[in-house]
């Protein structure tokens, strides 16, 4: 039986042990099982219900099934970018490998959650259900970095997906507005008519119902895990984006102290022309912004 698994799986199989932290929970899957299992839970809920599933694919390690070994082996090369100054420095040719591995990964990941979501189109599950998918973060393999474990900001990190199915839904619908996984809690309160209460920071999303307009409102990103939790941030890094254009700030780290970045993300999705220096009067606006949402958020803890 174990050599037909490794038959399956001639990577391994995925498993829970590449963060020291999760010790505690090691194990070993496969993704059919996961996806299985998810199904027989959901068939077996009494409703009307909430179900909060935390996978752990497609992360590390990357191993799919043998379907998918190798499926993106191919020339394509992703841009050249230079290693950062705050990255461990992996070599460019292991994130090549890396980041094949990965997409292999989730290809398998991406089929096994279309059959769960066609077995329950054919229940009739999603009749009265709406159905979320979306992550805690992306995954880097460039400038140095691999994985998400890192104080950069970069949009593969930060631009996470977000797919909402309303019951019954036949049609897709794109909204291209500026959004935040904050926005979640106030719009599936909205969804089953539950009041949203003050201190929520979110806005109910576009297409989920009446509410206020996002397209005009910041967007904010912080890596901030070195400070304590409930002091003021001295050491980290932060995102603003607002309409096209994205400011990074780093703060605090010896080898970077106030450095700043300015992207064109309508022009240069890819991050790789820095415009703080030619953008002066836009890279002012939006450092001030920044600066205020600083003292803001730090305001608390200075008392």
């Known amino acids: 039986a174990a050599s037909d698994v490794y038959k399956r799986q001639p990577l391994g199989l995925p498993n829970t042990l590449a963060l020291p932290n999760l010790m505690l929970y090691r194990a070993s899957f496969t993704l059919e099982d996961v996806f299985a299992g998810i199904t027989d839970l959901l068939r077996q809920a009494r409703q009307p219900m909430l179900a909060y599933l935390h996978l752990w694919p497609p992360h590390e390690p990357y191993r799919p099934h043998r379907e998918y070994v190798g499926r993106f082996d191919d020339d394509w090369r992703p841009e050249a970018k230079e290693p950062h100054v705050l990255a461990p420095g992996q070599a460019q040719k292991n994130l090549d490998t890396w980041r094949r591995e990965y997409d292999a990964y989730l290809a398998h990941t991406d089929a096994e959650f279309g059959r769960l979501y066609d077995s329950l189109r054919e229940t009739g599950f999603l009749d009265n259900s709406y159905v979320v998918i979306t992550s805690d973060h992306g995954q880097l393999f460039e400038r140095g970095v691999h994985g998400h474990e890192t104080e950069l900001l970069y949009e593969p990190v930060i631009h996470v997906p977000l797919l909402i199915a309303r019951p019954g839904q036949q049609w897709r619908e794109d909204v291209y507005s500026p959004t935040s996984t904050v926005d979640l809690l106030p719009t599936l309160l909205h969804a089953i008519g539950l009041p949203i209460p003050g201190w929520c920071e979110g806005l109910v999303l576009p297409t989920s119902g009446p509410g206020k307009s996002v397209s005009e409102r910041p967007i904010f990103s912080v890596e901030a895990k070195r400070n304590a939790a409930h002091g003021p941030l001295t050491i980290g890094t932060v995102a603003l984006i607002r309409d096209q254009y994205k400011l990074i700030h780093y703060f605090g780290y010896p080898a970077c ?43 608390p803890y200075r008392r």
């Not at 300015?262 to 009067?281: C, G, H, I, Q, V």
């Open 257 to 299: 102290e106030h450095g700043y970045e300015l992207y064109d993300l309508a022009n240069d999705p890819e991050e790789l022309d820095d415009l703080f220096s030619s953008k002066r009067s836009i890279a002012t606006d939006l450092r001030y912004e920044l600066a205020e949402k600083l003292e803001e958020v730090n305001e």
